[in-house]
């Protein structure tokens, strides 16, 4: 998966603030440039980051998603195996990351909202998700994707909710090559969302601005962000400005084509990792000595860890590989098609390194060799083939829908029955009453929307719901997309 990579350099310093701020219970709801977070609590180490460079299926050896995301595309696990909750107050949270660049802010604002919901409603089983209500969603988003609807009608919703939610915005100036005067009106997105901010009489955010390579300032909001989110319930956006993007916006382009000698210098001087370091070395943390010897030593690991995960991954494939080529040269020799099977194996043992879809084309072409004939050596390669792309099926293409017991399928349908004496009632009296039995029932549900609460739905299907179960399960919200 390295044709294309996008990684978050010169954004490091902020996401190590954050990291401290973050508690057992919280979530993450972030993008694809938060790497440095994820390995600074540990959910992240350098081996499981190449293993999803080469894309491997093993989640054990990848656990973001088992090869199937992005690169730089995170998560943690929220099931056991068996489909049953973990006990998320007792682990650091991520939502998987999605790619559209502001597709993880209203998954934040839902986050945030259980915290809410959690403290304020009585009668919910929350041993394994909150305790009283303290979780945080943490959002991370860059600032040119601050342009999009997404972004807006999310910070919008919780100002108005008041949840629990902090939100970074990490502002390099850029937009890829398009600097912020094209996409970002006065060229400061805080700026903009002051109106935003809470007052004695209203309520609202509390916006704090800092610059991204000031590590003693970082510290100092995250930890006031955390504590006003966690106690008070108030969203806190934090504007962490002036920083850099040193490799360029992906692996796919250099900045030094769209920015200017003084933008590059200005970026070298303001790199958050040299600034950290300096700030080290100024507070006598460590010397300049006890420095190198770290660098290379982190160099050095992710060196090994590249390799091992490399080889990690090519293990099983060449193991295959060699099966595949004993089973071809034996089902080759007796076979009047001997030449064609061999260019075939022979074209396989060049290939040094060999993807699953090598594997599968070579298998298929020499069967397709062998039509016709009828030799246990053909029925063995038969045999592979199948296992091979059983397995394969099952690596890229299980638990697209649930596979747990209480999958959906499992659940046997109940038919309605009527009787001559059944009421002709209209159809939105039959949905209502359902939804009453559903409240009645699952005390975690909840319904919200534009006029479902007061008037319980413009068409009347939740009448009522709203006296009956309160404003928390049954709510009123603004127009949202």
Known sequence: QA?????????ELPQLAMARSFKNGDFRSGYYRDQTFMMALGLLHPKEFFHALYATTDIEKEPMSAGRQMGGHFLTHSLNADGSWKDLTKQKNSSADISCTAGQMPRLLGLAQASKVYRNQKGLDSAKFSVN???????????ASTSEGMFFETINAAGVLQVPMVISIWDDEYGISVPAKFHTTKEDISEILSGFQRTEDNSGYEILKVNGWDYTALMHAYENAADIARQEHVPVLIHVKE???????STSGSHERYKDNERLE???DHDCNKRFKEWILESGIATTEELAT???????????AKKEAWDEYLKTLLSNKTILVNLIDKVAATSPNKNFLNKLKNDLIATEEPVRKDLAITARKSLRYLIGENTPEKQDLINWTTNFL????????SHLYSENDSKASNITAINPSYNDDSELVDGRVILRDNFDKLFEKYPN?????????AIGDVNQGLEGMQQKYGKIRVADTGIRE
């Open 390 to 397: 059983a397995e394969a099926q099952e690596k890229y293409s």
């Open 133 to 143: 209500g303290n979780e945080i969603a943490w959002g991370t988003i860059g600032n």
């Open 243 to 249: 920083l850099t993007q040193p490799q360029g916006h």
């Open 266 to 268: 200005w970026e070298r």
């Open 3 to 11: 044709k294309f990579g996008i990684f978050g350099d010169g954004k």
């Open 445 to 453: 549900t909840l319904i919200f929307g534009e006029d479902t609460g």
């Open 294 to 304: 770290i660098e290379k030593r982190i160099k050095r690991t992710v060196r090994e």
